[in-house]
Antibody, heavy 119, light 107 residues
């Protein structure tokens, strides 16, 4: 069964750091493109970052220079390292398998993990 | 950067209604567009890819059309499970961009 499980969210002060994890079962993370997407309270979906199977990574302008996407093949896990966190980074963060290179979409998605940036 | 604009932002409809949501791109994006359904507390669900291809397992009452800058998602006969927020999404090599969402509410 294909499953993505995010973890690592929580309450963090502005300026702090947090690392989110996305544990994957049912397919190999390193052989697939993977994205992070977030949804702030009362707002819509916002794409955050992608890592391609070849290792290239891209970021939205809102997180560029602060967030880093990575993966650990032996753990079959995707990560999002978030530094210099701001109140506006408060959101539910989702990971998803990214099929857009093949002209498809994001499928499947995890259930999300909540990050709250507040003092 | 390409901007994606959905209309309306909110839509009130009844079970059995035909519903149409529009997504406009700030420049031509060919058919590089997907549609998602998102229910509160759930993971988003891919409905349509490449503007008009129905994702496997998605009911046939959902359909997508358009190319270039204007796209539509149509639900031919709204069902109780369909009350949710719908998003369009453009994708290219360097980024993915969601529309702001259309909430379909019970009338």
């Amino acid at each position: 069964e294909v499953q993505l499980v995010e973890s690592g969210g929580g309450l963090i002060q502005p300026g702090g750091s947090l690392r989110l994890s996305c544990a994957v079962s049912g397919f190999t993370v390193s052989s697939n493109d993977m994205s992070w997407v977030r949804q702030a309270p009362g707002r819509g979906l916002e794409w955050v970052s992608v890592i391609y199977s070849g290792g290239s990574a891209f970021y939205s302008d809102s997180v560029k220079g602060r967030f880093t996407i990575s993966r650990v093949n032996s753990q079959n896990t995707l990560y999002l390292q978030m530094n210099s966190l701001r109140a506006e980074d408060t959101a539910v963060y989702y990971c998803a398998r990214d099929w857009t290179y093949y002209d498809s979409g994001f499928d499947p998605w995890g259930q999300g993990t909540l990050v709250t940036v507040s003092s | 950067d390409i901007q994606m604009t959905q209309s309306p932002s909110t839509l009130s409809a009844s079970v059995g209604d035909r519903v149409t949501i529009t997504c406009r791109a700030s420049q031509s994006i060919s058919s590089l567009l997907a549609w998602y359904q998102h229910r509160p507390g759930k993971a988003p669900k891919l409905l349509i890819y490449k503007a008009s291809s129905l994702e496997s397992g998605v009911p046939s009452r959902f359909s997508g059309s358009g190319s270039g800058t204007e796209f539509t998602l149509t639900i031919s006969s709204l069902q109780p499970d369909d009350f949710a927020t719908y998003y369009c999404q453009h994708y290219n090599t360097y980024s993915r961009t969601f529309g702001q969402g259309t909430k379909v509410e019970i009338k």
